[in-house]
C-alpha cells in the first residue's frame, strides 16, 4: 500500500493531530489488541469480523512509529519486530500443524500442546523466512522494480483462489454418501444390510474402485454431532421429533455416541421419538467425581473434568422427567491397553450406580456395544493404496475384539440393563471390516461413517425402541 501511494502515506504521517501524535497508531495497536481478545472460535470469521484487524494493521502501517514516541517502546522492541517479520509464515504454518495434531490425537490442542504448536509455527516461520522469503525478496528480478513482485503475488493470489475453489466444490459436491457404491448394488447389501440381512451377497468386502474415498474421509458431519469438546463446559440438543409424539429418550456417551447423532436424529423423528444428546469428547457419561484426583496437568484436568461432566449428566438424567428412556453408547476400552488409553477407564462399578440410579427413578436404560477400533490408523488413507482388494485394512476379531467393564458392568446388573451388542455388524466370526457393503465403516481412525450409522439403524434402532415398549 505504501509503495502504491507514498504521497498519501506522507501526508498522513505529517498532519499535526493524526501523524505526529501517533494517534493512527495508537487507533490501530488498539484495534488490533480487542480483536485478539474479543474474536475466537465461536465468532463468525473470518467476515466481516476480520476487518477490524485489517483495519488496526492498516492504521498502524499508515501512522507508523518513531523512538520518541510511545508508540516506538512497542514496536521498536526487537522481540516485537522479529514476530512481526515472521508473522505471515506462522499465519500460514499454525493451521496444518493443528489440523494434523487433531487428525492424530482425536481433539482439539490442550493448553500445552497448544504451546508447543505456536513453538513450532514460530521456528518453522523463521527458516521460512530465511530460506524462501528473504532470497526471494533480494533476487535480482524484483531490484528497483515494482511490476515483478506485484505479478508474483497476483500470481500467487490467484492460485490460492483456484485452490481453494477447487477444493470447496468438491467438499460441497453431493457425494454417493461417504462411499456407497453406485451401480446396481441391491438394498440387502448394501452397508450394514450385507452383514445383518440374512441375505447371501457376493463378496460384501471388496472396495470397489468406485467407492469415493475423498467423500468417505468427510462422512462424519461434526457439525451435527453436539459433541462437548475437553475445552467447554456443556454442550446438549434436542433433535428427532420435535413433538415428542410417542416420547423422549437420552444418548449418553463420548465421541463414538456422537457420531450417531444424525442418524439417531432421521430414525427416531420418523418413528415420533425427541432425541436429546449428552455427548463429550472422550467421557463414557458415567464416572464419579473422586477427590483424590488433582489437576496437576491437562490430562488429570480432562479426567477430573469427565467425572464432573458425567454429575451432571446424572442431574439432568434424574430432573427431566420427560426423558423416559436412556442409550448409553460408548467407546469400550479393556484393561490391556495402553496406559494412556486407561485414563478415562471406568470401573464396572461406576456403571452399574449410574445405571442403577435411573432404574430407581423409573427410566428405562439400553447399553449399546458399538464398533471395535481395526487399528490401522485412519481408514480411508489406509484404503487408498488397497482399491480392488477385498478385505483391506481389516483385522482379526480376536485381535480388536475384547472383553471389557461394560460387559462386567452388565452381568453385575443384570437384565434390569438392555444390552445391545452390535459387533455382527462390523465383523464376522473370523475379522472385522473396514468396507462392507459397498461403504467405508470409518470416516477416520475410529468413529463410524455417516452413511454406515445410517445403513445400521434398521437394525439397531428396532431393538432400542423393544426396550422401551
Known sequence: ?????????????????WGRGRLLTVLGLTLIVVSAFRIDGQASFPAPLAAIPVAGAIL??????????????????????????????????????????????GHEPSLVSGLV???????????????????????????????????????GAAVLIAVCSVTGAAIARPSTGGGVVVPDLPAECVGAAAMLSGDACE????????VDLTAASLDLATETWCLTWFTEEWKSCEVGDDEATNGTLAIVGDSYAASYT????????????KLITYTRFGCPGMGFPNPEVGAADMNELEYTNCRVWSERVRDELLSREDITDVVFLNREVSADLPEADQRLRLEPTDMVAT????????????????????????????????VGETAPCSAARSDVVFPTSQDEALQMIGDAVTAIDMTDAFCDAERCYAVIGGVVVY?????????????LMPYLGPQILAAFS
Open 1 to 17: 500500500i505504501a509503495t502504491l501511494q507514498p504521497r498519501a502515506f506522507e501526508v498522513l504521517r505529517g498532519h499535526r493531530f
Open 60 to 105: 498502524v502501517i499508515i501512522g507508523g512509529y518513531s523512538r520518541s514516541a510511545s508508540t516506538g517502546l512497542i514496536l521498536g522492541w526487537r522481540p516485537v519486530q522479529f514476530f512481526g517479520d515472521v508473522s505471515y509464515s506462522t499465519y500460514l504454518w499454525h493451521w496444518p500443524l493443528i489440523i494434523w495434531f487433531i487428525s492424530a490425537r
Open 117 to 155: 504448536i505456536a513453538a513450532a509455527s514460530i521456528v518453522l516461520a523463521w527458516l521460512t523466512k530465511v530460506l524462501v522469503e528473504d532470497p526471494a525478496r533480494r533476487a535480482r528480478m524484483f531490484r528497483g522494480r515494482n511490476w515483478p513482485g506485484f505479478a508474483f503475488a497476483a500470481g
Open 203 to 210: 463378496d460384501p468386502f471388496i472396495l470397489d474402485p468406485e
Open 262 to 273: 444424525a442418524a439417531f436424529d432421521e430414525y427416531f423423528a420418523a418413528q415420533g421419538w
Open 355 to 386: 445405571w442403577q440410579l435411573l432404574l430407581d427413578a423409573g427410566k428405562k436404560v439400553v447399553s449399546v456395544k458399538t464398533s471395535p477400533d481395526l487399528e490401522v490408523g485412519n481408514v480411508p488413507t489406509c484404503l487408498a493404496t488397497k
Open 443 to 455: 470416516a477416520d481412525e475410529r468413529h463410524i461413517s455417516g452413511t454406515y450409522s445410517r445403513s
